[in-house]
């Protein structure tokens, strides 16, 4: 096994940088840590068939305080091995990046280097399995913190440091903009369809109705959130924790936490809804833990410990890995047994 993992370690640095695939086998009651992905990237999403597992830096890590190029990265979900990066003809910095429902494109949005002193804005889509770039958009007028696919797969939303919601139809090549309301312009740090695509979640509290472009603040979403298939609900973590509530009426249903959390960093939902986990600092020393709850009735799972803040989590899609995010940018993935 060290003989295995040395040369995963090798041929990874081969390709694209030094990044090292750790194998650990740590347990946590019903969680283990299989491997441990040092500077992968601190925004993480598993591919919808839970093969991969892609990752870039975003706003936790500096971007521009390093001269090497950040890229969207695809990795084995299963060992942790790098399989490519997508890049752009010049060097770039990807800040957030996500896969097509039917898991073949990758589209990434951030800041790509022209010529030395002068910086472009930028969202570009690359074929999952060859890494061929397909198309790009040029000259995006700020810098792109978020990307989200629509359920048909036809159109990339994406938005930062803007008054606007930019949705790049990828069929027609055409790009429209919905300007946002005043006080949510410059705010969003995560955007997410709902399943049938019809709302589209902007983090921390704002919901927009794809068909007439109406925004409505329905609150406490927190940093984070997940849909709940089969339900109009999201879970969302936040200051006072892990909060259910309906993402059309805003209606309150309850929050899942315990006496010892003071702030949520991120959460995640498994794809049946069954599970919810929630990531947080503890007011006891500093303590940084994994909770893991049962949503019938909010029972905890496991708590794992972890070494630094966790700021992105994903459920691998049949629930059974847990892939996290520190904020020094090292992917953890977990086996988890309910």
Known sequence: MKNATLLACIFTCFLSGCYTSTDIDESYGSARRL?????AGNDIVYSPDGKYLLSTIN??????????????LLWDASNGTLIRDFKLDRRQYLQSACFSPDGKIVAAG??????????MNTVALWNTATGQLIDQEWMVPFKVTTVSFSPDGQTVAYMGWSDDISFWNISTNRTTKVTVPEKMASYVNTMRYNPDGSYLLLSPQFLMNTKDKSFIDIGRTGRSFSFIPGTDRIMSGGPDGINLLSYITGEYFGTIDDKYTWYMSTSAATKDGKYFAGAHETSTYGAKEINIWRASDGAMITSI????????????????????????????VFQITY
């Open 35 to 39: 491997f441990t992905i040092k500077d």
């Open 59 to 72: 706003e936790h890590l500096d971007m521009f305080g390093s001269k090497d190029a950040k890229d969207a």
């Open 110 to 119: 951030g800041v790509q280097h022209v010529t030395d002193g002068y910086l």
């Open 305 to 332: 410990p972890v070494e630094q803040v966790i700021v992105t989590m994903d459920f691998s899609p049949d629930g059974s890995r847990l892939a996290a995010s520190d904020k020094d940018g090292n992917l953890h």
